[in-house]
């Protein structure tokens, strides 16, 4: 455990002001949902944005001072509430994000549990701009985690390339993607199956045909949820729902 970042300290006491409309019971559903092993307070995605919004703005947070206030939500936090204000604070310093060295992720990834404290990390904030402007190393640590013995790594090499290739056709991320998806399509896990089918759903932006190719070479090896849910995006705009087949 580090030591408890000063801006850490004010957070955990916001929380404690909050009041959860949530009851005991939803808040139980909730934590099942999202899949955390943390303790949940239930709150609503408004009531963290406009703490996520007061912490940064009354704390004069530059870049440095963002990367070690997650540093200790991470290594110290112990609720999902303070998992998730991470990624919500940094989300809010396009200078940060600008500058974004990935290494970072490999700390905090040692983190997260379940597919909700993953993705709040790695689904919207980063964009095509922010890794091409850092590709070799965006590039090798997508490789490192595709190759990670922590679930929640390889989860990331996943995600964090679903929304660069809804913003960009760079042949870099596409080719980065269908390497990744090779690697892992074997594994049965719901947290990588769903990751494939949301990454493959992504590629038709851009890269239909290439898409089209691979699902018709790999359909027999990819997790059938993914090919489904990607062979309908790509023929008809919208994921497969078994509800209206």
């Not at 759903?201 to 997790?223: A, C, G, I, Q």
């Amino acid at each position: 455990m580090s030591q408890l970042h000063p801006v850490h300290q004010i957070i955990i006491k916001e929380i404690s002001k909050i009041k959860s409309a949530s009851t005991p019971e939803n808040i139980s559903f909730g934590q099942r949902y999202i899949g955390t092993n943390k303790p949940y307070h239930g709150f609503t995605s408004k009531q963290l944005s406009d703490l996520s919004k007061k912490i940064f703005k009354e704390n004069n947070l530059d870049s440095d001072k963002i990367i070690q206030l997650l540093n200790s939500l991470y290594q110290n936090g112990v609720s999902y509430t303070e998992i998730v204000l991470g990624p919500m604070i940094l989300s809010l310093s396009p200078e940060t994000l600008k500058n974004f060295d990935p290494k970072n992720l490999d700390l905090w990834l040692n983190y997260t549990y379940g597919w909700a404290e993953n993705d709040v990390l790695c689904q919207s904030i980063f964009t095509a701009e922010n890794i091409l402007n850092r590709w070799l190393d965006w590039q090798k640590w997508l490789k490192d985690f595709n190759q990670s013995p922590n679930i929640n790594k390889r989860r990331a090499s996943l995600v964090l390339l679903t929304k660069s290739l809804r913003q960009s056709n760079d042949p870099r991320l596409s080719k980065l993607a269908f390497e990744n998806i090779q690697n892992l399509k074997g594994e049965k896990d719901i947290l990588i199956t769903k990751a494939i089918s949301w990454l493959l759903r992504s590629l038709v932006t851009f890269h239909k045909p290439e898409l089209m190719d691979y699902l018709d070479k790999n359909k027999e090896s990819l997790p059938k949820i993914a090919y489904r849910e990607a062979m309908s995006k790509a023929l008809t705009g919208r994921k497969y729902n078994r509800k209206l087949s």
